[in-house]
């Protein structure tokens, strides 16, 4: 209960550095340029595979387009040995003369028209981009103390993982101090991804090339070879793809005017009660 | 100047945002995908692609050698399968038993080699992964002279910096295959003609009867159907001028990614 009498004083504070805004901004654009161009690149050949080569038969996954016994065609996703009608969407989309058979959709691949080549060029372009971005903010967040300040969770924050839980399944955040700081949950998100997932993606991809496997013998050892690097490069993606939906969700119910506004010009505000101190 | 690094890095980020913006517009993106300028701007990352990976590749370094185990059971066969040209109908007819490589331009000796004299080159034998533009990969074994004693015997002249490999293919109605590596590439030990595969013959669909093997990049630069092997200075006035048939239709030159 928030009586009325007792009115909550708004502090704002300066939450995000300019370098982190910066960098938090360009990784989004690059992010999703390189999940729609690589959604083309994986169109021209749309399953996956596991160990060095391509065996059709031993696909993890591949969506085709298969004739119907009535003469239409289907789009066909195969997970393992089970399949799915996914007509319309994967193996098979578009409207009227424009059905054709293609892993994604048109709407969400970059450029929309089929054209390896082209979406070749965004996607090494904007993963330059992403690499120096991510090293500027990398450096910056390990040298600034960032990293050891604001993303380590402390051991009594870890002990108390529960209530964190428990406070975001039901949507109620921490105000006063403690919204001062990320949560625990936050900060392990966001070490998983920056530590984790993102560099990930990155040496999967860098495994795909020829000529670094020669230099670099170690990347096939790694990944199990350059299919399975594929696999996991593909399986990154998704991974980045649901931290995102997970992500905006959060900032969308936890104020999403300031959260925005902390990402764009630092400041976020912070309620507390009269009196300063929220247990 | 400070203002000035300011005005650029404001400059840079209106930019970004813009283009941001036009990403996010269904539509807008397949406008920058044909745009040439924004094309080229892309482009500039193959650069950036190639300086590093050229730095940080030790140009002996040889791509991973597999074992008569991992071959693929069926190694797909892509681009052209097949070739209509009535010259090189006749000599597949006999075996290639008439068919000569030819290599000049900028070479000391030009030279004509038939298959018999390629086959008592120095050769290699290797069991290396085929992997395509497309995203897929094969394992194969080939076998073929080395490309670098055969140019050192006709001897390069000091202003040729590429080979450019023409073949008897067309695909489409964008003309005859060609394909170019630089002498890094050439003169790599892995990097050879080979006119075996798997222990035979190589048969049509593959390039018979001979093929370009540069193992540490995507299978469009190994040509096949190869007929004639031509050093030059450049080739930027040959076809399309970017150095190859696929170059030509917007990929990348470097293709070691």
């Known amino acids: 209960m928030h009586p009325a009498a007792i009115a909550p004083r708004t502090e704002l504070i300066y939450r995000h550095a300019l370098i982190v805004r910066i960098t938090h901004w360009v990784n989004a654009l690059c992010l999703l340029v390189l999940l729609m161009s690589g959604l083309q690149?994986?169109?021209?050949?749309?399953?996956?595979?596991?160990?060095?080569?391509?065996?059709?038969?031993?696909?993890?996954l591949s969506m085709r387009a298969v004739q119907r016994a009535d003469g239409s065609y289907a789009g066909i996703t195969t997970i393992g040995s089970t399949s799915f009608d996914t007509t319309g969407v994967l193996g098979l989309s578009g409207k009227g003369a424009n059905l054709e058979a293609r892993g994604f959709p048109a709407w969400i691949t970059l450029p929309s028209y089929r054209d390896l080549a082209t979406g070749r060029r965004w996607h090494?372009?904007?993963?330059?981009?992403?690499?120096?971005?991510?090293?500027?903010?990398?450096?910056?967040?390990?040298?600034?103390?960032?990293?050891?300040?604001?993303?380590?969770?402390?051991?009594?924050?870890?002990?108390?993982?529960?209530?964190?839980?428990?406070?975001?399944?039901?949507?109620?955040?921490?105000?006063?101090e403690e919204a001062k700081h990320y949560n625990v949950l936050q900060k392990l998100a966001y070490l998983a991804v920056i530590f984790g997932l993102l560099p990930l993606a990155i040496l999967s991809g860098l495994t795909m090339s020829p000529a670094l496997d020669?230099?670099?013998?170690?990347?096939?050892?790694?990944?199990?070879?350059?299919?399975?690097?594929?696999?996991?490069?593909?399986?990154?993606?998704?991974?980045?793809?649901?931290?995102?939906?997970?992500h905006v969700f959060m900032v969308l119910v936890s104020g999403l005017w300031n959260?925005?506004?902390?990402?764009?010009?630092?400041?976020?505000?912070?309620?507390?009660?009269?009196?300063?101190?929220?247990? | 100047m400070p203002g000035d690094r300011t005005l650029t890095r404001r400059g840079f980020l209106t930019r970004g945002a813009a283009l941001g913006g036009a990403v996010l517009l269904g539509g807008c993106n397949d406008a920058l995908s044909r745009s040439p300028s924004f094309r080229e701007m892309l482009a500039r990352?193959?650069?950036?692609?190639?300086?590093?990976?050229?730095?940080?590749?030790?140009?002996?370094?040889?791509?991973h050698e597999y074992t008569e185990a991992d071959l693929s059971a069926h190694f797909k066969a892509?681009?052209?399968?097949?070739?209509?040209?009535?010259?090189?109908?006749?000599?597949?007819?006999?075996?290639?038993?008439?068919?000569?490589?030819?290599?000049?331009?900028?070479?000391?000796?030009?030279?004509?080699?038939?298959l018999t004299e390629l086959r008592k080159l120095p050769a290699r034998t290797q069991i290396t992964r085929h992997d395509c533009v497309e995203g897929w990969s094969a394992i194969g074994k080939w076998s073929g002279a080395q490309l670098g004693p055969l140019l050192q015997s006709v001897g390069l002249k000091p202003d040729a910096r590429y080979l450019v490999f023409h073949c008897a293919d067309?695909?489409?109605?964008?003309?005859?295959?060609?394909?170019?590596?630089?002498?890094?590439?050439?003169?790599?030990?892995?990097?050879?003609?080979?006119?075996?595969?798997?222990?035979?013959?190589?048969?049509?669909?593959?390039?018979?009867?001979?093929?370009?093997?540069?193992?540490?990049?995507?299978?469009?630069?190994?040509?096949?159907?190869?007929?004639?092997?031509?050093?030059?200075?450049?080739?930027?006035k040959m076809r399309g001028g970017r150095g190859g048939f696929w170059e030509d239709l917007g990929y990348e030159w470097y293709a070691g990614i």
């Open chain 1, 214 to 246: 020669a230099t670099f013998p170690f990347l096939l050892d790694l990944f199990g070879g350059r299919q399975s690097a594929r696999t996991v490069h593909f399986l990154c993606a998704t991974g980045i793809v649901l931290f995102v939906f997970v």
């Open chain 2, 78 to 114: 892509n681009g052209s399968t097949g070739v209509d040209d009535a010259g090189y109908r006749a000599l597949a007819q006999s075996g290639f038993a008439d068919w000569k490589l030819k290599i000049d331009g900028l070479v000391e000796r030009p030279t004509e080699l038939s």
């Open chain 2, 45 to 63: 990352a193959e650069g950036a692609t190639q300086a590093v990976q050229r730095l940080v590749l030790s140009n002996r370094a040889l791509a």
């Open chain 1, 124 to 176: 090494f372009f904007f993963a330059w981009l992403f690499a120096l971005n991510g090293l500027a903010y990398l450096l910056y967040t390990l040298l600034s103390g960032h990293a050891r300040r604001d993303l380590a969770p402390t051991r009594g924050e870890l002990e108390h993982i529960g209530t964190s839980i428990s406070e975001h399944i039901s949507l109620h955040f921490p105000k006063g």
């Open chain 1, 259 to 279: 959260n925005l506004r902390s990402m764009i010009t630092g400041r976020y505000a912070v309620e507390t009660p009269e009196g300063g101190h929220a247990g």
């Open chain 1, 41 to 60: 690149i994986f169109n021209a050949h749309s399953e996956l595979n596991w160990g060095s080569k391509s065996e059709p038969d031993h696909a993890l």
């Open chain 2, 170 to 236: 067309t695909l489409g109605r964008d003309g005859q295959y060609y394909e170019s590596i630089d002498l890094i590439d050439a003169f790599h030990p892995q990097t050879i003609l080979a006119h075996d595969m798997n222990g035979t013959a190589l048969a049509e669909p593959h390039g018979a009867p001979l093929r370009l093997r540069v193992e540490r990049q995507l299978g469009y630069k190994h040509a096949k159907y190869v007929m004639r092997i031509e050093a030059v200075s450049s080739f930027a």
